[in-house]
């Protein structure tokens, strides 16, 4: 079936006007069988950098304990959160470090620059980056997420805007996915904090 | 064929294919006395473009038009073939074929090809007996259903999404049964295509060049066109 769909899920990172948002669904499945409704696939690594991981949920969950532990080793040694721009580098590399046997799993990196600067960047599951102006995809349907997200962004979003537009291009795109739904999560990241809201979809 | 295939007379990697997908989306819109059915008018093989100008959209009647992505070939025959049953029909009856019988016939035309089918994936939009708008979707073998919106091809999973948001009904399986149509003005309606042919040439590789967007309503068909990125 392919490991890459085999647990199913879908994520959006998206920036707005000094803010930045990443959701993700609530699906765990193994193929056709749903397994838990409230399995969030975002991972918060500090208060403006939060990574969402596509794809299958072992390496989902040893990456994000591994992410956890390599940013705490930093805080430990700099005595401040990583830019998330290094961050991002450094989840390439250990990707990469797995060329020939990876961890089947797509991060999409979302989190805002000391200066306030919104970041988003998606990756494949062997570390190449790919950064963009406005939005990333990944996940088990990610023709449908770049349909809605490329219909329905508008550049320069407040907050509240980039919460319903997100909101929106989540819950419609993964309602033509099988594999993922049951709600969704959103996280908007702004430099005075985040606030996460979670999305009552359809139930199938 | 390779040297050392050469003297046993047949190949074991045989890559000859009777299809080939030529690429391109088609868009319907129902709505309440009008439809709209769309198609890019790009042809691709492969990584290349064969034409920036070719139609997917047939014309059966002032009523039905057949929009078909997937296979040129296959597209072509089967338009052709529904037009002369459509001639024969109006010979005969003096009158042409309503959107439904249409619909049914096409239906047929491609379950009669079950075991070697047209690699088509076919939209017939136009206006039912009522007036109101219609919008019939097919697979390629012939299964269909009478909806609201449609979208066939390549950009299919990406637009999609995008009129399911916009254009969602209620639950079909309410009584008494609720038409799928829109309650969208015209304009909006077509402003909503076009937002989607954007996003379509914007993302899939092979829709792209011109729009075809044939509006049907009581005064008969009309066409606008729609540039979209060469690229």
Redesign the interface.
Known sequence: MGLMSYNGGGIIAMTGKNCVAIASDLRLGSQSTTLAVDFQKTFKIHDTLIVGLAGLVTDMQTLSQRFKFRHNLYRLREDRDMRVSAFANMVSSMLYEKRFGPYYCEPIIAGLEPDGTPFVMGMDLIGAQGQSEDFVVAGSNTESLFGVCESFYRNDMSPEELFETVAQCLLSGVDRDCLAGWGGIVHIITPEGTVSRTLKGRMD | MQMSDAGRGTNENATWSPYDNNGGTCVAVAGEDYCIIAADTRMSTGYSIMTRNSSKVMKLSDKCLLASAGFQGDARTLQKMLLSRQVVYHHNHNKLMGCHAMAQLLSNTLYYKRFFPYYTFNILGGLDLEGKGAVYTYDAVGSYERTGYSCQGT?K??????L??QLKSSNPLVIPKQSGATTLSQADAIDLVK??F???G??DIYTGDVVEIFIIDANGVRLETQELKLD
């Open positions: 950009g999973e990406l637009i999609m999404p995008v399911d948001n937002d989607c954007a996003t379509a914007e993302r």
